[in-house]
């Protein structure tokens, strides 16, 4: 098991609609955004030539996870997202090293930030598709 690929990286912003302009003037095309309304966040996904992408979100209402993040750490590097060729065996590899897990059991499967210096990292399978990626129904 080894985690050599990144398949994408998650920043928190402030404010989703400056934060685009920033990245575009960067040189970085949005691909696709979203509202979910639901869960009261706006996320937006740049797609690199390798497949990768940055996927910068931001609350859009004060009163959950994402708004008290970003009051207690402030904007940037949310998570690191790593692709595993099989999800079962790099978790049993894993937890065999005294890694500790969240997730254990279900299809999101993540490192806790204290056995990666400090940094939440994912494990996405090669094989599982990004659902407004490989799905898209609008564009940006």
Do not use: C
Request: no cysteine; net charge negative; glycine share 6%.
């Amino acid at each position: 098991m080894s985690l050599t690929e990144i398949d994408h990286i998650v920043l928190l912003v402030r404010d989703i609609d400056e934060a685009i302009a920033t990245w575009e003037k960067l040189g970085f095309k949005l691909s696709y955004r979203v509202h979910l309304d639901d869960v009261g966040l706006a996320q937006a996904f740049f797609i690199l030539a390798d497949g990768t992408f940055i996927e910068l979100i931001a609350p859009t209402v004060q009163d959950n996870i994402y708004a008290e993040m970003l009051r207690e750490k402030g904007e940037g590097l949310r998570l690191l997202s790593f692709r595993v060729d099989d999800l079962d065996e790099a978790v049993a590899d894993l937890l065999q090293k005294g890694v500790t897990l969240r997730g254990v059991g279900t299809p999101r499967v993540f490192i806790e930030p204290e056995s990666a210096s400090g940094m939440l990292i994912q494990l996405w399978p090669k094989d599982r598709p990004h659902r407004w990626r490989d799905n898209l129904e609008q564009t940006a």
